[in-house]
Each structure stands twice: as C-alpha cells, then as structure tokens.
C-alpha cells in the first residue's frame, strides 16, 4: 500500500487544523451571544414583570382606596344632606335625637377626607383640594348643625331655610361646592388609574424585546448543540440542555403571571369606573353607599397581595443567573478540553 506524501499530509494536516479553527471561533461566536442576550432579554423581563407587580402594588394600596374614599365621602354627604332635611319635611326635628343620622353620616365623610389626605393620587394640587374641602366642610356644618337641632320651631322657620339654603350652597355650588371639588379630585385620580393599571408602550416593548431575547437565546442554544454534536462528536451537553429548559421556563412563566395581574387590574380599573358612577346615582343613596361597600371588599380581595407574584420575581432572577452561567460553563468546558488545551 502506498505510503501519502508528505504534500498530501501536509495538506491534510492543515485542512483539520483549519476546520478546528473555525469551529473553535463558531463556537466562541455562539458563547458571546448566548451570554450577551442572556443580560440583556434578563434586564428587560425583571424590569417589565417589576413594573407590572409594581402597578398592581400602588393600585392595591393607594389607587383603590383613593377613588373607593372619594366616593364614599361624597354619598356620605349627600345622605347627611338628605337625612337632615328628612327631619324636618317629616316633623320629627323636634325629637330627641332626631340628628343623629346626619351627624354619622357627615362623620363618616370628614372620616373620608381624613384617610384621602393619606392616599390620594393628585399630589401637591389633591392635597391643596382637600383643604380647601375641609374648609368648605367646616362651613357646611356650621350651617346645616343649626338647621337640624337649633332652628326646629314654627318661628324659626325662616332661619331654619337660610340654613338649610346656605349647606345646600356649601355643598353643591358648582365650581366651588364640596362635592364639585371631590369631582375634579375623583376626575384626576381616575386618569392616574388608567395610567396605571394599562400595559404602556413602553412595557409592552419591554416585554417584546425580552421574549425576543429569550427566543434568541433558545435558538442560539439548539445551535450550539448542534454544532457540538456534528462538528466535535459529542451527543449531547448537560450545561446546554439545562441553560434551555431554564429558558422556556423564563419566557413562560413570568408572563403568564403578568398576564393574570393585568387581568386582575384591567377589572379592578372596571370596578373603580362603577364605584365612581354609583357616586353620582343620587335616586337611592342608601343603596348606593351598600353597593359600594360590597364592591369595595370585592376589590380589595381580587388586589390582594399575592406571595408567589414576588416567589415569581426572585424566581426569574435566579434563572435569569443560570441562562448566564450555564451556556457559559458548557462552552467554556467544551473550548478548553477540545480546543484551548490542545492549542
């Protein structure tokens, strides 16, 4: 058998030695972009899921009870108005106690303002509104107080409808009433919680580019194995094949947890709009004030704080690590063993 020339193995000395080069760059290439889009589709997902979970947060603590406390201040001082000026249309301000009704109603309003002060979603121009109505408030009951309990016999009649006149003035005056102020107050806070509780376009790029990164990854993964698979021998890497199961798992779950707050939020901001429409149903308004209770505890459970929300957060974060690391340990080992040592 005739022995190659030296021209020929030399020859083919250098086409392995090539071939080995190329995959040894092919596979450096793949590396460098496992691990670039593993930071980057990682940064855009925690960003994205925080701003979501973040949302649902401020509507749970403020955004609801903010638009429920409006609401409910306003019914409150209608029934006050209403329960007052019942006393006398059916003669029984003249009784013992006759004012009791309207005193807790308009307590649970100043009540109302109180807590608004705490959770109000207009600033520094909301908290300017709610003192001037609690100004207006005071006068309110300066005028309405005398008119239920003080001025209640034939002779004071007179007065007693300059008093009920001058509450009703307080109360209702367009532009300058209490309740036209809690309007505009209740307006601005409603376009916050659509603000809020919507999916902007900024998130919604966020979690295009994130999904598009991990898509990215998955398939630059397969192709890693691939290659180490027909270009170096090897059947399979335990490093690749984890890095991509994690992968599926981040573009999975995550959004699947978003999609369920959004969902959450999307009905809270429904409810929020009814709640704010009942306020303004003055037929019944014993009715009205029961309907928003009920809807009211309805929200609050629906908004309630969810632990795994947070579990999914440092769970992402974990396997946002392990899409970094685990290609990079699996390429690296490969590298080094079958290339870099060898030199």
């Keep these: ?185 209740q307006g601005h806070q409603m376009r916050r919680v659509d603000r809020v509780s919507s999916l902007g376009t900024l998130q919604q790029t966020g979690w295009v580019a994130a999904e598009l990164g991990l898509l990215v990854l998955a398939l630059t993964g397969i192709s890693a194995l691939w290659v180490l698979r027909s270009r170096c021998g090897r059947s399979h890497d335990p490093w690749l094949l984890a890095a991509l199961l994690v992968t599926v798992a981040l573009a999975v779950v995550p959004l699947w947890v978003t999609v369920g707050t959004q969902e959450r939020l999307d009905t809270a901001r429904h409810q929020l709009v009814g709640i704010e429409q009942q306020a303004h149903k003055h037929k019944d308004l014993a009715l009205s004030q029961r309907i928003i209770i009920e809807e009211s505890t309805d929200l609050r459970g629906r908004l309630a704080a969810q632990r795994w929300q947070s579990w999914t957060y440092y769970g992402a974060l974990g396997g946002g690590a392990l899409i970094v690391l685990l290609p990079a340990i699996g390429i690296v ?4 063993v079958d290339y870099w040592r060898t030199g």
């Design 1 to 185: 058998m005739p022995m190659p020339s030296p021209v020929r193995w030399v020859r083919a000395f250098r086409t392995r030695r090539s071939r080995r080069s190329r995959t040894r760059r092919l596979l450096e290439r793949h590396l460098v972009v496992m691990v670039v889009t593993a930071l980057v589709s990682v940064t855009a997902l925690l960003v994205s899921y925080r701003e979501v979970q973040n949302a649902a947060g401020e509507m749970r603590t403020r955004g609801a009870p903010a638009v429920q406390n409006v609401a409910a201040t306003q019914l409150a001082l209608l029934r006050a108005h209403e329960e007052a000026q019942k006393s006398v249309d059916q003669k029984i301000d003249t009784v013992v106690g006759a004012g009791a009704r309207y005193e807790n109603q308009l307590s649970s309003a100043s009540q109302g303002v109180y807590r608004l002060s705490d959770v109000q979603l207009d600033g520094e121009r909301g908290r300017g509104v709610l003192k001037t109505v609690n100004g207006v408030l005071a006068s309110y009951s300066s005028s309405i107080t005398p008119g239920a309990v003080k001025y209640v016999g034939d002779e004071d009649d007179l007065m007693q409808r300059e008093k009920f006149g001058e509450a009703q003035r307080s109360l209702l005056r367009p532009g300058t009433g209490v309740v036209p102020r809690l309007d505009v107050l």
């Design 333 to 336: 080992r490969r590298l080094n």
